[in-house]
């Protein structure tokens, strides 16, 4: 922002006739103030009247929404008053999306914390009815599915973004698979369990349920988050760095192996790690494909396995009799993923901050 | 000269020979190859495997299925729901997702602008079978009651013609939870947009004597309109494919209806097939294929049409991951 | 003679100039460097031809510099002389490169081990981010594949440290991020970076142009003491810079506008700067380029 000093204004005029520069404003902190002015109102109705919440919250709000405008309007002029309509009403969206979010996270911690106990952990449902068991067969399940998912997602979203920033270039092949990794990153998930069903039906026949479908179903969906998140990664790589490597006599695969991925190191491993986080909470391709069972199950190619999801859409779809322990267990269930993906999202994010060459280019 | 007797001086690295250095090289890029193309084996099993598996319940005869009907009077209600409910999802939240975008681009300052942006994000990855698990619980309980209002006072227009569902798990209700599925989506990809808005564009608007508004309206939406569009698509896309919140929200009996808040909902084909799989067998199971199929189709058409679009923008690095 | 000077005497064009290889035979060097005898060069990005038919013979030991207006091929030439240029896609070349008789281009001629021996200096400084200056000293050998004992990577990382003249600013600091050298000391460790290879030929590419006047002049003192080692190439902008360091010059231009770069004319520095041939060259020198 290089704003140069403007010239010493021409006095040709006598200086009666210049503009004033004043004009009516409000306070400048008039928006702040018609905030405190709404709050004050809602807790007035809510709590003095005796207003139900919600319409003391609509009360407290249009007497911003109206008033401010109208006061502006009055004294600064009709564009400064619909500029500070638009305010409140962007002001008012964000606050009204910000609902739902802490509304989420207060109901699930406030449903599901009573319920962490160390037996929620180390206990199974197996022979369990009514009050007790846990988690331990749901933990193993999601680790172990998820598991074999990065295992064979990780290297092939890995390789195929290698190959498409340092091989394919503008190639035909390389545009074809950038279009199909988009394709394949908007396939529904339900879409990509019943893939995997339809492909392990072949082989096993119908009703097959293992573990390993479910990876594979979750692979279809983790593959291309990796490879964008990757390419996106390794075209961030100055090429003056391939340059100095390729003119110090540097194969070109030891030139991606030892320069360009651990530079790119950091994005790369943020990137993996959000892709965990997305998959690790999908449950339609693992109910399709793995279903669910009350006992601890380790091996991936053999039957049902429990999951984190599967077990929280379970535990609330089927709580049996008597339901309140079943969908007690379902938030402690919801509580232990949720804590999962913010612990990965900030793990990912961490590691962005903290690992990141600090080159200043 | 000095140099007669070396033409070719003996250097340290000269032992490897170039065959073996280009077979590794050959290695690695057939390597990375060859994960390029297992993307595409793995899309061209997607379709052939539930082309093979689907088309045996798109045959099939009414008395072979569990629905007791052909599969198109079968499938026909469920595409209407989904896309009706994703239409719904779509209308609540892109208006909300830009006035979002704009708030955390220009109307916060920066660093807490970041910040928000960032729980916004958070949101994004909550998984959505506890988004299910909200809406049933605790969102469709607290519905009840503008449901009611809504039949009493605005009974006369058809999407409110009741009667009120007693439990709140209707259309319109899976709609909001799609909603805020669909929010962060969305916002993520118009602050994007935003971003990229030439600063000096905003600086002249504003030079002018431009409000913000003012600033905003001719400078910044249209500059990132087809940004925005295909940040929509790609939720609406979202929002078809979008499966356990629907199931788990939904009290659906696979009606085909406009009305909103009534205890008789449309169904979808994500949500149909989670509930009906495990304890489908047969030529039903095959149907439920079919039907994903179908849905595989729509969101392919949704997706394609937003990428076609996010794409005209060349600069448009794409959502956070 | 070695082979190449037989070569470089058959060039009608260059047979004058065997006089001013008398740097190659001077007293001080230690070990033979290379020079490089171009003939007839044309090269192409896909369908532009980007140069045609250069022929010049690069004298071992010694300072060439590339001096010409922008875009007229200079670094596109220079980076034919490693086989750089090939890392752009669609890339060919027409002619033959003999570096000490050895034909560049010839069938089954391995890149990556011509690079070894012909070195490249960029014209930003490109340390690498993740490694220490030591590791950046030691990258090019290290990469190659090749397991440095301690005391061995210690003496090949201070004599080129020592080649490049910055050992005494960064002696002390080698485990420290290359990043955070000034702009002129990343350049030297680029140079240490590249002579640790121990190649023959150093090939510079405007190295200077992204430093400032200090850093500059001690790059140019640094390149007056290495050529008793190597042969180098290097493109500069720079005018003075080229009088200053460069015992022989060749001046490129483009033969018009839309057609392929081209050498107009190259000699002794001296030559080139006082007494021209072309008459463009002369324009270009004196500054009165249109």
Known sequence: MSTTAPPAPKRDDAPAQLRSWHHPQLPRRSGLAALVIAVVLTSALHAGIGLALVPAILAGWAVVVIGLPVLSYAVEGRRKAFDRLITVIVSSAFALAMIPLVSILWTVLK??????????????????????????HAIWGTVLITAATAVMSVPLGLLTAIYLVEYGGDGRLAKTIRFLVDVMTGIPSIVAGLFAYALFVVFFGPGVRMGIAGAVALTVLMTPVVVRSSEEMLQLVPNELREAAYALGVPRWRTIVKVVLPTAMAGLVTGITLAVARVIGETAPLLITVGITDSTNFNLFDGRMATLPVFTYSSIMSPGVPPEPSIARAWGAAL?????????????RLVTYFFSPKDKR | ??????????????????????LADRVFLGLSKGA???????LAGVAIFLTAEGIPGITASPDEVKSGETFLAFVLPLVFGTLWSATLALVIALPLAVAVALFVTYYVPRRLGHTLGYVIDLLAAVPSVVFGLWGMRVLAGKLVGPYEWLEAHLGFLPFFAGPASATGRTILTAGIVLAVMIMPIITAIAREVFRQTPVLLEEAALALGATRWEMIRTVVLPH???????GAMLGLGRALGETMAVAMVLSASGVVTFNLISSTNPSTIPANIALQFNEASGLTVNALIASGLVLFVITFAVNFAARAIVNRRKEFSGANA | MSMRSVLRDSVPTTAARTTSATAADGPASRRPAIGIDVEDLDI????????????????????????????????????????????????RVEGTVRVDGRDLYAPGVDPVLVRREIGM?????????????????????????????????????????????LWDEVKDRLNRPGAGLSGGQQQRLCIARAIAVEPQVLLMDEPCSALDPISTSAIEDLIGQLKDEYTIVIVTHNMQQAARVSDETAFFNLAGVGEPGQLIESGPTTKIFSNPDNPSTEAYITGRFG
């Not at chain 1, 232990?336 to 990912?348: G, S, W």
């Not at chain 3, 060439?64 to 007229?72: D, F, L, R």
């Not at chain 3, 400084?125 to 990258?139: G, H």
Request: glycine share 12%.
């Open chain 2, 36 to 42: 390029a193309l297992a993307i595409v084996a793995i």
């Open chain 3, 44 to 91: 192409y990005y896909g369908d532009v031809h980007a140069v045609r038919g250069i022929t010049l013979a690069i004298q071992a030991q010694s300072v060439t510099s590339i001096i010409g207006p922008s875009g007229c091929g200079k670094s596109t030439f220079l980076r034919s002389l490693n086989r750089m240029h090939e890392v752009a896609p669609g890339a």
């Open chain 1, 111 to 136: 449903n599901g914390l009573p319920v962490l106990t160390p037996e929620f952990f180390s206990y199974s449902m197996r022979n369990v009815v009514g009050e007790g068991g846990g988690i331990y």
């Open chain 3, 121 to 165: 200096v960029f014209q930003r400084p490109n340390p690498f981010p993740t490694m220490s200056i030591k590791d950046n000293v030691l990258a090019g050998v290290r990469l190659n594949g090749t397991r440095l004992k301690k005391d061995e990577a210690d003496t090949i990382a201070e004599r080129s440290l020592r080649g490049a003249n």
């Open chain 2, 1 to 22: 000269m000095t140099d007669t007797s070396t033409p070719s001086p003996p250097r340290g690295a000269a032992e490897q020979g170039p065959a073996k250095r280009r």
């Open chain 1, 336 to 348: 232990v993923l949720m804590l999962i993906v913010m612990v990965l999202n900030l793990v990912a």
């Open chain 2, 224 to 230: 990132g309109r087809s940004g925005m569009i295909g």
